[in-house]
């Protein structure tokens, strides 16, 4: 009997941190539900629950007109009501969630958790988010997306500070954005599967350099430490380097660093060793080709290591659905999974493969990934239209 209690402590704490993130949460602003006024839990005539300063934040500030985050239905701010379920769970759950947070901090061994402390963008403000960036000199935050003006740029706080790429039919204009990056001299580059081209533009957003013509379906783009452009064709399995005099808006010159590759997408550079890092996952799925693949070049091109979905099996119980990869600042290869909404570390490329949980809660749909300059982990969760912002603790 007292060994079957004592089992149940971290079953139970475990318990209680899956209900503080999955009930006990805002899903539009990320902070915890509570009993004072702006925390206070909502529910909209729709069913979806928000607290109380979101509500406010969404509604007109006349009519109190708003739109469900989640589900489009229209309401207004006075038809909501307090959400006496999660009052009461909050009451419950109150006392044995500090102890058991408090035990989960103190855990020995192994990487510390990653601990979320900001979130920013939600409905409206991002829509539908495809990539990711961090301009390298500003510590700005790049996010490409479906909304009217196609790119998004805010501030290290999560504030928008300016927006471009108007959502139409002219060269200039971004009609489908899969991904983007920020070149050292702050050019934001971004792909556009529209219409299959790659679009230069300035940080305030004037166009430079119009890209077409010589891609399939550009995918997957990032800047190497010698500020060029290394970028994945999806449907012509290929990846290539682009020179570009930024200044000038001109192209210098473009190589094929890799053909046949299956399907390749996003794509990452290390700027310690200059190794190449591409998510292959086909474009044509099928029954027994729904795997995805991480292959990791060296600066020569030099194949140095690769891992797909059934090697990754043999270490986790749940099927590896690979959407994003970057690398952190020591050279380790970081993949986002859709599948167990998580994010993993692969290990070095020549140790390939060792994996482990890095991320666990919290995730909804992460699609793209980054470290910034003071080793924190941004994550586009494209579910919640969000960054989430997670600071390392490598323990």
């Known amino acids: 009997m007292g060994a079957e209690a004592s089992g149940s402590g971290p079953a139970l704490r475990e318990l209680l941190r899956e209900a503080e993130i999955s009930l006990l949460e805002c899903k539009v602003c990320f902070e915890r539900f509570g009993h004072r006024q702006q925390r206070r839990p909502r529910n909209l005539p729709c069913g979806h629950v928000v607290c109380l300063a979101c509500v406010a934040a969404l509604a007109h500030p006349r009519t109190l007109a708003l739109e469900c985050p989640f589900c489009r239905r229209a309401c207004r701010g006075c038809d909501t009501s307090d959400c006496l379920p999660v009052l009461h769970l909050l009451e419950l759950l109150g006392s044995a969630l500090r102890p058991a947070q408090a035990a989960h901090r103190g855990a020995p061994g192994g990487p510390g958790p990653l601990t979320c402390h900001l979130a920013f963008g939600g409905w409206g403000t991002l829509v539908n988010p495809t990539g990711l960036a961090l301009c390298p000199k500003t510590g700005r935050v790049v996010v490409v997306h479906d909304g009217k003006r196609r790119v998004k740029i805010f501030d290290s706080g999560g504030g928008c500070a300016h927006q471009f790429g108007e959502k139409g039919d002219a060269a200039q204009d971004i009609k489908y954005p899969l991904d983007v990056t920020v070149t050292n001299d702050c050019h934001v580059v971004v792909t556009d599967a529209g219409d299959r081209s790659i679009k230069v533009f300035d940080f305030f957003g004037q166009i430079r350099l119009v890209v077409g013509g010589q891609f399939s379906l550009p995918w997957g783009v990032e800047t190497t430490p010698q500020n060029g452009v290394v970028v994945t064709d999806a449907e012509a399995g290929s990846l290539h380097l682009l020179e570009v005099d930024f200044p000038e808006g001109v192209l210098r010159r473009t190589e094929r660093l890799q053909a046949h590759l299956c399907g390749p997408r996003g794509v990452a550079v290390s ?63 970081i993949v986002a999974d859709t599948s167990s909404h998580a994010v993993l570390c692969l290990g070095k490329p020549e140790e390939f493969p060792g994996p482990k949980p890095v991320i666990t809660h919290g995730l909804s749909h992460p699609v793209a990934l980054t470290f910034t300059k003071e080793n924190s982990l941004l994550v586009l969760d494209s579910a919640a239209h969000s960054v989430k912002v997670y600071k390392v603790d490598w323990g």
Not at 287 to 303: D, E, N, P, R, W
Not at 304 to 330: K, N
């Open 271 to 333: 700027w310690l060793t200059g190794a190449i890092a591409v998510l292959e996952r086909p474009l044509a799925l099928g029954a027994g080709t729904c795997g995805t693949t991480v292959k990791v070049f060296s600066a020569t091109m030099q194949l140095i290591g690769r891992v797909d979905t059934f090697g990754l099996s043999l270490f986790f119980p749940s099927e590896i659905t690979a959407s994003a990869v970057t690398f952190d600042h020591q050279g380790n290869v």
